[in-house]
């Protein structure tokens, strides 16, 4: 049971972020629903032709986000905020990629596997980065080094899923 409590941590936060992001998306006004998620991610505005450099640009800031927090002592902490905006972004743009007629193709074989994926990893990089404290003695003194692993594996289902979405969308 112990081994499992960081499964657990990263599962429960993923979770929560998730519901959150859908009653989010429920008690927004559809004008500013729809700005923010194609803000943060213009590939789902079906309408417009897709530019998949922005994907890259939100992904870069979300990770340069956590490495600048990790990175001072005073807001260590806010690391696994950041990885629950993730998650909560997560549910939020499924849950307007879910509203839109004719999208669910694109939801179930692009969308919800790659960003399920993404954001796990996201919060496994955010915890190698700085861990809470009920779980720092389940990360060694090297996890710095798996934090870029965790990156570098990020970095490779992105360009798989953005691949796989220049692949649909044609």
Do not use: C
């Not at 657990?8 to 998306?25: D, H, K, P, R």
């Not at 922005?54 to 986000?65: K, S």
């Amino acid at each position: 049971m112990q081994r499992s409590l960081p499964f657990l941590y990263l599962l429960t936060l993923l979770i929560i972020g998730f519901t959150g992001g859908a009653v989010l998306f429920r008690f927004a006004e559809a004008g500013m629903a729809e700005t923010v998620t194609v803000f943060l991610d213009p590939r789902l505005d079906l309408a417009v032709p897709a530019k998949p450099y922005r994907a890259i640009l939100t992904f870069m800031a979300f990770h340069v986000i956590a490495l600048f927090l990790a990175s001072h002592t005073a807001l260590r902490h806010a690391v696994m905020f950041v990885a629950g905006l993730r998650a909560v972004f997560f549910g939020f743009a499924s849950t307007y990629l879910i509203s839109q007629e004719g999208a669910l193709t694109f939801y179930a074989a692009w969308w919800f596997p790659a960003q399920l994926l993404l954001t796990l990893l996201f919060i496994l990089f955010s915890m190698n980065l700085s861990p809470p404290f009920m779980l720092e003695k389940y990360f060694s003194r090297h996890r710095k080094e798996a934090a870029i692993r965790v990156a570098a594996l990020s970095a490779a289902i992105l360009a798989v899923e953005i691949g796989l979405f220049i692949f649909l969308d044609n």
